[in-house]
């Protein structure tokens, strides 16, 4: 049998809130535990676009900073939406494979979308099927908050059988929309932290709930591995 020792590490694809940047997210997850982020191969990638206006982090992190795609202000019309999936699918491709995908605040967004959308062959067609994700601080495209641009139409058609860990801040301003998000997964699994729009430090329930959630998706990774 496969021991805690030499199970996979599970590869995942991170993706940076709006108008920050892959550093930036690595510096954020790199405050939690060492021995959670040991058990995981994170690997953080910049979004295709410079940001196109001020970024909320100027004067907290460096420049540059990024975006992975742009809306109007109501949230009802989307640009370079279907551009900003191939750039990932290109880079899966060159990179990969990856087994799963960890998003914060827009980067959470486009995550979300994407289980569904490769599900319904609309998306990452070229690249192995996703196996779980790590929302953190998410909505759903077509909620109460946001459209839904064209290519993501029937992303939350059907609801999605990935394993999937949401982080929900008290104080978030995504609150309400990442509550709703949840009835897009089957079991999701929820991490209730008391801060708002941000990647939150782990208490000791949150990271057992986490390395339960890393357990869950090691096990699912094991058939591949002794194939």
């Not at 196109?52 to 992975?68: A, I, N």
């Not at 953190?136 to 999605?160: D, E, N």
């Not at 999937?164 to 929309?177: A, N, V």
Request: proline fraction near 6%; glycine fraction near 10%.
């Amino acid at each position: 049998m496969e021991t805690q020792a030499n199970q996979k590490r599970p590869r995942i694809l991170c993706l940076h809130g709006f108008r920050t940047s892959a550093e930036i997210l690595k510096k954020l997850i790199g405050r939690w535990p060492e021995n959670l982020l040991e058990k995981v191969e994170l690997v953080f990638l910049d979004g295709p676009y410079l940001a196109r206006g001020k970024s909320s982090v100027e004067g907290f992190y460096d420049p540059p900073y990024y975006e992975w795609f742009q809306s109007n202000e109501e949230f009802t019309e989307y640009y370079n939406f279907e551009e900003c999936v191939e750039y990932l699918e290109e880079y899966m491709l060159k990179h990969g494979p990856f087994d799963g995908l960890l998003g914060f605040s827009q980067g959470a967004i486009l995550s979300a979308s994407l289980f569904g959308m490769q599900v319904e062959g609309v998306a990452l067609k070229r690249v192995p099927k996703l196996k779980f994700g790590i929302i953190i601080s998410g909505a759903r495209l077509g909620g109460s908050k946001f459209g839904l641009p064209k290519l993501a139409a029937i992303a939350f058609a059907s609801p999605i059988k990935c394993p999937s860990l949401h982080f929900i801040g008290e104080t978030d301003f995504l609150k309400d929309e990442g509550i709703s998000l949840l009835e897009s997964f089957i079991d999701p699994l929820v991490i209730h932290h008391p801060k708002g729009h941000t990647i939150p430090f782990l208490d000791d329930k949150s990271l057992e709930t986490f390395q339960g959630f890393i357990g869950k998706v090691q096990n699912l990774l094991l058939p591949e591995e002794n194939n």
